[in-house]
Structure formats: structure tokens, C-alpha cells
């Protein structure tokens, strides 16, 4: 009976965190069709909202909400943080950096291939900028089709049809405004059938 109760127990807590990862994913999606409206249009409705907060806690929330994903194509993700020298606190607006990490992360997971890498380096850089990058060795962006990112309707058609590509040109053209806000730049290199990095700087102010 005690054991029947733990595994009820146990499945409500899962299912629990599943909701919550999803709820949060949803926040995000609902983030970018906002800001996309706001800065599209160039209105004086886009907020910075600067909070001081531990960098790899920022990173594993974005982790968690994908976590699902990640581990139905039992793909391996590693976190590298250089340069912070112990100081993993920043002073930035975490919600924006973590929506364009939502969105590299979720491309990556989607055109990496079971049993994959992907790697999440963050790095601090001079003039108060922290950079981002997300390393995979999945299938890559062929050189015909890479000047179509980064345009809002610059997604690209899988030719074998096993990715759904919808929402990668958005998603990537919604990052690219948000960085330009925090005075940062986005941009990506990619080798077919090698794998992708997609990375972007964002700024940070200086706090005690």
C-alpha cells in the first residue's frame, strides 16, 4: 500500500514539473509573439527589466523546460562557463537572455539526432557583455540555405521531412531583435551533416 501510494506520489510530481515545463514554454512562446509585435513596429513598449541573478541558474531553467525533449532523443547536453572566476552573478534582463537561449537550445535539439551532443558555453567578456553559445553536431545548415535565417519567413524545408522546421525563422528573427536591444549581435556557423553554433552577446550592467 505504502509503495502503491510512493508511486503515486512519484507520478504526480512528475507529472507536476511536466506541466510546469510546458506552462513556462508557453511564457516564453508568448514572450516572442509580443516582442516581435513591440519591435517590429519600433514602439516605446519594450521594458528592460534588469534583476541580479545567478547566470547557470538562468541556464538550467531554460534546461528543465526542454528537458523532456532532450531526453526523448537521449541527447547529452554540457554547460561550459569560462572567464566568470567564481562570480557567476550578473545584472541583466534574464527573461530576454533566456528567451533567445529558448530558442537556440529548442533549433538545436530539433535538428540534432538521437544519441547527439550539444553544448551550452557561456562566457564572460569585456565591457560588461556575456556571450552565449549552442554547439551541436547535428545534421547542419547547408551554405544554399543559410542566408534565408534570421528573415521571418526564412525557415527551410527538411528534404527527408523528418524535422519540423516551422517556427525557426521566427523564433531566430525575434532573438535577432532582442539582442540588438541589449546592444549584443547574434549570427551562426554551420557545416552539413557536421553540426551548428549559434551564439549571441548580451549586455550586462555592473552591480555590487
Known amino acids: 500500500m505504502v509503495e502503491n501510494l510512493d508511486g503515486i506520489c512519484e507520478g504526480i510530481k512528475d507529472s507536476g514539473q511536466k506541466m510546469f515545463s510546458a506552462t513556462k514554454f508557453i511564457d516564453f512562446f508568448v514572450h516572442d509573439i509580443l516582442d516581435y509585435t513591440i519591435l517590429n513596429k519600433q514602439e516605446k513598449n519594450f521594458t528592460k527589466n534588469s534583476v541580479v541573478l545567478d547566470v547557470r541558474e538562468a541556464i538550467n531553467e531554460i534546461m528543465e523546460i526542454m528537458n523532456d525533449k532532450i531526453e526523448m532523443k537521449a541527447i ?28 537556440l537550445l529548442s533549433n538545436a535539439i530539433k535538428f540534432t539526432d538521437r544519441n547527439g551532443e550539444i553544448k551550452i558555453i557561456a562566457e564572460k567578456m569585456e565591457n560588461n557583455l556575456i556571450r552565449l553559445s549552442v554547439v551541436d553536431n547535428g545534421k547542419g545548415i547547408k551554405v544554399k540555405n543559410q542566408d534565408k535565417l534570421f528573415k521571418l519567413f526564412g525557415s527551410f524545408k527538411d528534404e527527408n521531412r523528418k524535422i519540423n522546421t516551422n517556427g525557426i525563422g521566427l523564433g531566430l528573427v525575434i532573438s535577432k531583435l532582442i539582442v540588438t536591444k541589449f546592444n549584443g549581435y547574434i549570427d551562426f556557423v554551420s557545416k552539413h551533416k557536421k553540426g551548428s553554433t549559434f551564439f549571441y552577446t548580451f549586455e550586462t550592467m555592473p552591480h555590487t
Request: no cysteine; proline share 0%; glycine share 0%.
Open 76 to 103: 547529452v547536453v554540457q554547460q561550459f562557463f569560462r572567464n566568470f572566476n567564481d562570480k557567476y552573478f550578473l545584472k541583466t534582463d534574464f527573461k530576454r537572455l533566456q528567451q533567445v537561449l529558448l530558442n
